[in-house]
């Protein structure tokens, strides 16, 4: 699995800076691979144009991706998402496992974070669009990943995202914020 590719083309298509890349998979294998893309910027919310009248901008949503491409184990993904972060310039990958929340004892909190890991902002009462998806599944896998348990990877892209100061010190990272294969990690 080569989530790079992927990344790097959603992002020239949004023309905006990552502010973070999130994945997300129901603690079973072979079950579809949610990439979640976070944006950092805003557009005008209609092309309309009155003189003098301001027309507020709008946060860019994030672009939802599912990745059918089997996988038999955990540690396919943990390595696509290594090499991911590593090409993008990432310096930290942070991945959590989480248990069901369907189960007693789930706090609300627990619930909550499990909706937002699939991308589920229901509460979201803005009225605007928070994903642009191409996630067929997203909703169905949810329900999987309350049930069973899921696991969900988060990093922060140096190339072609916000990112740029914070890492100004890394030698490891080439002219344009990323760095080659393979994974010094490995």
């Known amino acids: 699995m080569d ?31 949610l990439l979640l893309l976070h944006w950092h910027g805003f557009h005008r919310a209609t092309p309309l144009r009155l ?18 491409e089997q996988w038999q184990a955990f540690e ?5 998402l290594l090499d991911a972060a590593w090409q993008l310039g990432a310096w930290d990958l942070e991945r959590l496992q989480r248990r069901s929340c369907n189960e007693i004892g789930a706090s609300a909190h627990e619930a909550l ?8 902002y229901a509460d979201d009462r803005s ?18 990943g309350a049930a069973k348990g899921y696991l969900r990877w988060t990093f922060r892209p140096v190339k072609g995202g916000l990112w740029r100061e914070a890492a100004s010190d890394d ?9 080659q294969l393979p994974c010094s990690a490995r």
């Open 3 to 33: 989530l790079f590719p992927t990344i790097s083309a959603q992002s020239k298509v949004v023309g905006k800076p990552l502010y973070a890349v999130t994945v997300t998979v129901a603690a079973r294998v072979n079950t579809p691979v």
């Open 51 to 68: 003189p003098g009248i301001p027309i507020p901008t709008r946060a860019v949503p994030g672009s939802a991706i599912q990745i059918n």
């Open 76 to 80: 396919s993904i943990d390595q696509a």
């Open 113 to 120: 974070a499990c909706r937002q890991a699939f991308g589920d």
């Open 127 to 144: 009225g605007q669009a928070h994903l642009v998806e191409e996630a067929p599944d997203r909703k169905g896998v949810m329900p999987l």
């Open 171 to 179: 030698g490891t990272l080439e002219a344009d914020g990323g760095r």
